[in-house]
């Protein structure tokens, strides 16, 4: 039987928790009623667990839990934050501001808002460290900009950007603030309140939870209206109609709850061993260049390139561990990174680049193994090309 890799690729998906399985079980098994069965038991104790969960997952952001809604992951909620508010906006305000170092539903979200609607979106670009130009954002926004739609935590190279600062600004200026926060969510301290943001975006598989089930946190608020993209029996208060799935929502509650009360813990200890495993990248191959701000980032993650390696072979070359170069959509299509151009990585830098996420369940061990066994793949690909 051949050896798995080792895990370094969390930014793709996280594996379950052993505590969050625990909490999903008994809504396989016995507790199996529809939650918006208000006549019997079945549905009273399965609405119970989506109530917890709901307030669970609201005090990770400080928010309530009427402003949590379930969607089927990040990609349904940043679909229905976006749409939803081009939507309703639309014949007042048909402008929209995003980043080009967004995940892909945000991006295609918008253009579908562009071809559908008439949406005007402009798209920002970001600095070689990926984060927004804070002055660049307060001059593109004007009166007809009805959102702006920032991510908290990027999903390939990591960088936190400014949510408090984007926030002022997109407050001031009459604007809704939406963020994609499916790679931050549990992970960075946010305060909805605080930072102004009026929608969220959740993602369970990007925290130890399961996949195919997310989050939109949407602010109570008279002038913030958006439009269901999925319509039927009104649940999620007409928001997002379809059976809530107890099972997922419990999931996601637990693993709200477990990162909440390890957040700080989890970094620290996350930051250590991306430190040791960038040391040792960096003593065996000094040109290595780290992509995206070394402070402003999430601590799971390292973007890395090595000039002068045969990027096509990288990750044939460095198997024994599950890596990526890009994001898991990226990778599926093999093309060059999209964030990576927008920070300026050149081609063939892009295309020699890995993805290294580690998170709670790397080991020590791991780090070490893992850097025996990159550095092995780069060496003996230095032999063939320096
Ligand atoms: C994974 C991810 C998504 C998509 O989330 P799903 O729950 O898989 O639909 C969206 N945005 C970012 C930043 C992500 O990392």
């Known amino acids: 039987m051949t050896k798995r890799p080792i895990y370094m690729d969390y930014q793709a998906s996280t594996p ?3 505590r969050v399985l625990k909490a999903m079980m008994p809504y396989f098994t016995e507790k199996f009623g529809n939650p918006h069965s208000a006549t019997h038991m079945y549905g009273w104790e399965t609405e119970a667990a989506v109530d917890i969960a709901r307030e669970d997952i609201a ?8 402003q949590i809604y379930f969607t089927s992951g990040a990609t349904e909620a940043n679909n229905l934050a976006i749409k939803g508010v081009m939507q309703a906006y639309k014949g007042h305000k048909n402008h929209m501001v995003t980043l080009a170092s967004e995940h892909m539903c945000v991006i295609a979200s918008a253009g579908a808002c562009a071809n559908i609607l008439g949406t005007d979106v402009t798209i920002l670009g970001v600095g070689k460290d990926g984060l927004v130009d804070l002055d660049a954002l307060d001059a593109a926004i004007t009166d007809q900009t009805a959102l702006v739609s920032i991510m908290a935590v990027n999903n390939e190279i990591g960088v936190i950007q400014p949510l408090a600062d984007i926030g002022k600004i997109a407050c001031a200026k009459g604007a809704i603030f939406h ?3 499916a790679q931050a969510f549990g992970k960075i301290h946010i305060d909805v309140d605080a930072m102004h943001i009026d929608l969220l975006s959740i993602s369970g598989h990007k925290t130890y939870g399961p996949k195919g089930i997310g989050a939109l ?28 799935a107890p099972a997922l929502v419990a999931g996601l509650g637990a693993a709200a709850n477990i990162a909440h009360e390890n957040r700080a813990q989890e970094e620290t200890r996350l930051k250590n061993m991306t430190a040791r495993l960038l040391g040792k990248l960096a003593a065996a191959y000094p040109a290595m260049i780290v992509n995206g701000s070394c402070d402003q980032r999430w601590a799971g ?9 045969d990027g096509t072979r990288l990750l044939a070359d460095t198997r024994g561990v599950a890596l990526s170069s890009g994001s898991a959509c990226s ?3 093999g093309g060059v ?7 300026g990585v050149s081609e063939i830098n892009a295309k020699a680049t890995l993805r290294i996420g580690i998170g709670r369940f790397t080991t020590d061990d791991e780090i070490d193994q893992a850097a025996d066994i990159i550095i092995k793949g ?8 320096i």
């Open 301 to 309: 993650n390292m973007n890395v390139s090595f000039p002068n390696i």
């Open 337 to 343: 990174s999209r964030v990576l151009t927008a920070i």
């Open 217 to 244: 946190y949407h602010r109570d608020d008279q002038r913030l209206t958006i439009a269901p993209q999925m319509h039927g029996g009104g649940q999620e208060g007409g928001l997002r109609s379809g059976t809530v």
């Open 59 to 66: 005090t990770v952001i400080n928010a309530q839990a009427s």
């Open 378 to 385: 780069l060496q003996g690909q230095k032999k063939l090309i």
């Open 179 to 181: 963020t994609d926060a």
């Open 331 to 333: 990778s599926a299509k």
């Open 16 to 18: 379950v928790d052993p």
